[in-house]
T-cell receptor, first 115, second 114 residues
Framework: DTGVSQDPRHKITKRGQNVTFRCDPI?????LYWYRQTLGQGPEFLTY????????KSRLLSDRFSAERPKGSFSTLEIQRTEQGDSAMYLC?????????????FGPGTRLTVL | DQQVKQNSPSLSVQEGRISILNCDYT??????FLWYKKYPAEGPTFLIS?????DKNEDGRFTVFLNKSAKHLSLHIVPSQPGDSAVYFC?????????????FGKGTKLSVIP
């Protein structure tokens, strides 16, 4: 399967713990996005990478959140000192940017539950 | 402030009939609009898109219409099939920093009744 993959699919943690999620984009895609989706809402943009450079961050991305994309391949999203309000589906998407626009391809998401 | 609005949380349609899903937007800087379909426990799947320079785009059973003056777009599915039952998200993109990040509506849950 050559789609976007995310790991883990589900994560349950206690408040105050740190968690890290991984995203493997489609191999030839240089653009990578993280979104967060809560119940009853559409996905909300968190951050964007072009290759290894993090070029855009939403104000939703508090200082407890950090994302990396070393070597421009897979990406990780870490949440430190988790809070119950962090419970959500975290979605990763990728596409290639050669000018103009094409659709973003989403992974299955990581569902985070903070107890 | 919600820049992309899907005012119908749900829609039920008989199999074989037309499904029409609506979306309104407020940001006149949006220049590309997309529809995504989402099944439970899966990520959104890209369905169809339209550039702001067009007013219609068709792909098989799916057609998207864009009315820029009304800041309104709609997705038509003809004929509707039970496998179309899912949550449909309208999304929009604006140029800026080159990221093409998407702004989503809250979604409309479509149920196609056999």
């Amino acid at each position: 399967d050559t789609g976007v993959s995310q790991d883990p699919r589900h994560k349950i943690t206690k408040r105050g713990q740190n968690v890290t999620f991984r995203c493997d984009p489609i191999s030839e895609h240089n653009r990578l996005y993280w979104y967060r989706q809560t119940l009853g809402q559409g996905p909300e943009f968190l951050t964007y990478f072009q290759n290894e450079a993090q070029l855009e961050k939403s104000r939703l991305l508090s200082d407890r959140f950090s994302a990396e994309r070393p070597k421009g391949s897979f990406s990780t999203l870490e949440i430190q000192r988790t809070e119950q309000g962090d419970s959500a589906m975290y979605l990763c998407a990728s596409n290639s940017g050669t000018g103009g626009y094409n659709g973003q391809f989403f992974g299955p998401g990581t569902r985070l539950t903070v107890l | 402030d919600q820049q992309v609005k899907q005012n119908s949380p749900s829609l039920s349609v008989q199999e074989g009939r037309i499904s029409i899903l609506n979306c309104d937007y407020t940001n006149s800087m949006f220049d590309y609009f997309l529809w995504y379909k989402k099944y439970p426990a899966e990520g959104p799947t890209f369905l169809i898109s339209i550039s702001s320079i067009k007013d219609k785009n068709e792909d098989g059973r799916f057609t998207v219409f864009l009315n820029k003056s009304a800041k309104h777009l709609s997705l038509h599915i003809v004929p509707s099939q039970p496998g179309d039952s899912a949550v449909y998200f309208c999304a929009a993109s604006a140029p800026g920093a080159g990221s093409y990040q998407l702004t989503f509506g809250k979604g409309t849950k479509l149920s196609v009744i056999p």
